[in-house]
């Protein structure tokens, strides 16, 4: 039984880039969320994704946007990066909107 | 505001004594989900341990257990017999819920350093 899995695994891109992340859920999972980890602080939440839409957004700003395919993998899409963006993305899926997280082990992007 | 709150950024515990690793949190829900998560250097949040709002009894897990005290607000991680696997960074966390889905709410982390 596969885990939460996300790619890549590290990341380096430059001020003004975009970048993809890529997250597939846990076996039977069906919702998507993503987090936000700056070096030395605790995760914060991005938006959770079910059913292929936004169902809950945190406070970012619009350059973070987001996508969940018909298998329920999704993508996060950061756009104009910036220094601050440079952080550990977590991917957590769940058994619908409110069940039980189960973490993935993140994708480390570094913006230079 | 700050909903978990974590006072203690870096801790010390000898090899096999126990340690609590202190968590406020702050909700006007009646009903709310307080976690622990271990995350070691590679990144992966592991999680360890849950306490419902409304359970009745602290919760245990193995060489876990969370000291409950919901007048107060905390949530304590309790380690019994610390293993030097146990070095890693913990976090807090309180769940939030609405009719659209869930999401956590972390704490700033205190790392754990276990000492041979």
């Known amino acids: 039984d596969a885990g939460v899995t996300q790619s890549p695994t590290h990341l380096i891109k430059t001020r003004g880039q975009q970048v993809t992340l890529r997250c597939s859920p846990k076996?039977?999972?069906?919702?998507v969320s993503w987090y936000q980890q700056a070096l030395g602080q605790g995760p914060q939440f991005i938006f959770q994704?079910?059913?292929?839409?936004?169902?809950q957004r945190g406070n970012f700003p619009d350059r973070f946007s987001g996508h969940q395919f018909p298998n329920y993998s999704s993508e996060l899409n950061v756009n104009a990066l910036l220094l601050g963006d440079s952080a550990l993305y977590l991917c957590?899926?769940?058994?619908?909107?409110?069940?039980?997280?189960?973490f993935g082990p993140g994708t480390r992007l570094t913006v230079l | 505001a700050q909903k978990i709150t974590q006072t203690q950024p870096g801790m010390f515990v000898q090899e096999k004594e126990a340690v609590t690793l202190d968590c406020t949190y702050d909700t006007s829900d009646q009903s709310y989900g307080l976690f622990w998560y271990k995350q070691p250097s590679s990144g992966e949040m592991i999680f360890l341990i849950y306490?419902?709002?409304?359970?009745?009894q602290n919760a245990t897990e193995g060489r876990y257990s969370l000291n409950f005290q919901k007048a107060r607000k905390s949530a304590n991680l309790v380690i019994s017999a610390s293993q030097l696997g146990d070095s890693a960074m913990y976090f807090c966390a309180m769940r939030e819920v609405d009719n659209y889905g869930q999401n956590f709410v972390f704490g700033p982390g205190t790392r754990l350093s276990v000492l041979p």
């Open positions: 957590a899926s769940s058994l619908g909107r409110w069940g039980f997280q189960f």
């Open positions: 076996s039977g999972h069906d919702t």
């Open positions: 994704y079910y059913e292929e839409e936004e169902r």
């Open positions: 306490q419902g709002s409304y359970d009745e």
